[in-house]
């Protein structure tokens, strides 16, 4: 291996206070107490509205010379509906809340079940809110042909409407935030020579031995600087880092750099 030699680092004004507020830095930060609440609170009322809709379905139907009984101001049937539709704006709304935190606050995959059942909270609320409904007025005698047919198929219709809508199609993990994590650290300033293409996490990166002077930057000013990517070499070491235990900090992986990759990355290597 080559001498190594002693860098002289011109380090730009934004590297000195470059901080690692990346997009992972800024959602652990944040708290997803108030969307969390607010899931819970929109996931209660479409439960009263559900219990509503039940209550309005039992209003007996009104005998010949009987004037209709009303179910809170409203034609009991219309009161059936509009409380079916409150429900599942509730619950939708409520699981939108509840996978926007999911995204600021993700939960360990470790556990693939739990991990989906708190994913999908919203689609288990999409359920409850109306199968008790489907089910009591099906087996309602009371209640009229007209009732059960329409008053089903709207909850039905509803209830695939709030399942789909509430299931995470791109569910984000603890994991996968602290690598992300972990890389925006990494790259908070990084380090690329006047001549090279490529731009480096590590300051004793390889093909960065015969180099002088390095500029230290943040990955922005190095990309408008003209560097177009990350070196490979420093990824790989990164990469392996990241799944060894962060005390390592030695640059152990450079010696344990076969020929082949030396080749790989020949173009990148710096004078
Ligand atoms: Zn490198």
């Not at 006047?194 to 015969?210: P, S």
């Not at 992986?253 to 020949?266: F, I, L, M, N, R």
């Amino acid at each position: 291996m080559a001498e190594k030699k002693e860098h002289k680092i011109i380090q730009s004004e934004a590297a000195k206070t470059a901080s690692t507020k990346g997009v992972a830095a800024q959602q652990i930060a944040q708290s997803t107490v108030g969307l969390r609440i607010g899931s819970v609170v929109l996931w209660i009322v479409a439960l009263v509205a559900e219990f509503l809709a039940i209550k309005a379905s039992f209003v007996p139907s009104p005998a010949e010379d009987e004037e209709a009984v009303l179910f809170m101001g409203m034609a009991p049937f219309t009161a059936l509906i509009v409380f079916l539709v409150i429900d599942l704006i509730c619950v939708i709304a409520g699981s939108l809340l509840w996978k926007k935190a999911n995204h600021i606050h993700p939960a360990s995959e470790k556990n693939a079940l739990t991990f989906w059942l708190w994913n999908n909270l919203g689609v288990i609320m999409a359920a409850i809110a109306f199968i008790p409904f489907i089910i009591l007025l099906l087996t309602n005698k009371n209640a009229d042909q007209k009732t059960k047919t329409v008053g089903t198929i709207v909850a039905v219709v509803a209830m695939l409407i709030a399942g789909f809508s509430s299931y995470d199609y791109n569910p984000y993990s603890a994991e996968e935030q602290q690598e992300i994590l972990k890389m925006e650290e990494a790259t908070a300033t990084v380090f690329w020579t006047e001549g090279g293409k490529v731009f480096h996490i590590y300051e004793d990166c390889q093909h960065l031995n015969k180099s002088e002077e390095l500029h230290q930057t943040t990955t922005q000013e190095a990309e408008e600087a003209g560097k177009e990517r990350l070196c490979k070499t420093c990824l790989k070491r990164h990469e392996k880092e990241a799944v060894e235990a962060p005390a390592t900090e030695e640059p152990a992986a450079v010696e344990e750099s076969t020929e082949a990759e030396e080749q790989e990355v020949e173009e990148s290597v710096e004078e």
